[in-house]
């Protein structure tokens, strides 16, 4: 079979231009295959690990929270839309008491905000990069958490991750701290590879499985004690009957003091100060037995 210069080049230009030609590591179809899982998992926890590395990240507070909680000023203006749009029927009294709900959840937005305010300017002085806010990166507590680092011009992180109506990234998290994830499993891997405390607000699912993954690894003694301090007493003994789980046998009381209440930020950076003596712990977390500076 004879074939002139004019057809070679068009065989060699569609060779170059398939898919099994392509390097592959530049080949996203190739990566986003079934088998090629443990490839994605390893990059997850790689990518973020060494900007964390390279901001000298040294520990971390972790927030978690509602992501439905507003600002003050947000959830009075909801308020009174709701009001002037209110008639007398059931779907506008629904919405009425929605609104009326938000604004009085609104006040652990500011505590999240003030929280995060005080710990970041005491232990971001002077270019120190300990107890650093690191949140989930979305809405409300994660964004008021964000937000109280970002006014005294401190670095926060955000773990975002994909949903199926996609998360955007609130505007307060450092940019170069601003991650992005697929894998549930990797993102909390990273909330609490350098966690020094785990601060809950009232949330709904996501809020109680990272808080019971936390209390689980404790417990358990698969990661050292940390503060573990839950903001509103009202909301979590409604939420979760902890003494009936003591009465129960299911858990035991030591279990049951794993955990703090406070109201307020000051009480939080109280909790902290207390179980830290003012200063940000010096050892590496051991978590399975496994240095986390080290082996991983």
Same mark, same amino acid.
């Given at each position: 079979?004879?074939?002139?210069?004019?057809?070679?080049? *068009?065989?060699?230009? @569609?060779?170059?231009?398939?898919?099994?030609?392509?390097?592959?590591?530049?080949?996203?179809?190739?990566?986003? *295959?079934?088998?090629?899982?443990?490839?994605?998992?390893?990059?997850?926890?790689?990518?973020? +690990?060494?900007?964390?590395?390279? @901001?000298?990240?040294?520990?971390?507070?972790?927030?978690?929270?509602?992501?439905?909680?507003?600002?003050?000023?947000?959830?009075?203006?909801?308020? +009174?839309?709701?009001?002037?749009?209110?008639? +007398?029927?059931?779907?506008?009294?629904?919405?009425?008491?929605?609104? !009326?709900?938000?604004? @009085?959840?609104?006040?652990?937005? *500011?505590?999240?905000?003030?929280?995060?305010?005080?710990?970041?300017?005491?232990?971001?002085?002077?270019?120190?990069?300990?107890?650093?806010?690191?949140?989930?990166?979305?809405?409300?507590?994660? !964004?008021?958490?964000?937000?109280?680092?970002?006014?005294?011009?401190?670095?926060?992180?955000?773990?975002?991750?994909?949903?199926?109506?996609?998360?955007?990234?609130?505007?307060?998290?450092?940019?170069? $701290?601003?991650?992005?994830?697929? /894998?549930?499993?990797?993102?909390?891997?990273?909330?609490?590879?350098?966690?020094?405390? $785990?601060?809950?607000?009232?949330?709904? /699912?996501?809020?109680?499985? +990272?808080?019971?993954?936390?209390?689980?690894?404790?417990?358990?003694?698969?990661?050292?004690?940390?503060?573990?301090?839950?903001?509103?007493?009202?909301?979590?003994?409604?939420?979760?009957?902890?003494?009936?789980?003591?009465?129960?046998?299911?858990?035991?009381?030591?279990?049951?003091? $794993?955990?703090?209440?406070?109201?307020?930020?000051?009480?939080?950076?109280?909790?902290?100060?207390?179980?830290?003596?003012? @200063?940000?712990?010096?050892?590496?977390?051991?978590?399975?037995?496994?240095?986390?500076?080290?082996?991983?």
């Amino acid at each position: 079979m004879t074939i002139d210069r004019t057809s070679e080049r *068009e065989l060699t230009e @569609h060779i170059l231009v398939g898919p099994a030609y392509r390097l592959a590591h530049e080949d996203l179809d190739f990566l986003a *295959e079934d088998d090629l899982r443990p490839v994605r998992l390893q990059l997850e926890l790689v990518k973020p +690990e060494r900007a964390l590395r390279h @901001h000298e990240i040294h520990s971390t507070v972790v927030v978690f929270g509602s992501a439905r909680i507003v600002s003050p000023e947000v959830a009075e203006q909801q308020l +009174e839309e709701a009001q002037q749009l209110h008639r +007398e029927d059931p779907a506008s009294e629904r919405q009425l008491l929605a609104a !009326e709900r938000r604004v @009085h959840w609104s006040r652990y937005y *500011e505590e999240a905000r003030r929280f995060s305010e005080l710990v970041s300017h005491q232990f971001q002085r002077a270019g120190r990069r300990d107890f650093v806010i690191v949140t989930g990166g979305g809405p409300g507590v994660m !964004e008021a958490a964000n937000r109280g680092a970002f006014d005294v011009g401190a670095r926060s992180a955000g773990l975002n991750v994909t949903l199926p109506s996609e998360q955007r990234p609130n505007p307060f998290i450092t940019p170069d $701290l601003a991650f992005r994830f697929r /894998y549930f499993a990797i993102r909390k891997m990273h909330f609490l590879m350098r966690a020094k405390a $785990l601060v809950a607000f009232p949330g709904g /699912y996501g809020t109680l499985d +990272e808080l019971f993954e936390v209390l689980t690894l404790v417990q358990t003694r698969k990661m050292q004690s940390l503060p573990i301090i839950l903001f509103g007493r009202e909301f979590w003994n409604r939420a979760i009957d902890f003494d009936f789980l003591v009465d129960e046998g299911m858990i035991s009381s030591q279990d049951r003091a $794993l955990f703090r209440f406070v109201e307020t930020a000051e009480q939080a950076v109280s909790v902290l100060k207390d179980f830290y003596g003012g @200063h940000p712990p010096d050892e590496p977390m051991i978590v399975q037995g496994h240095d986390m500076k080290g082996d991983r």
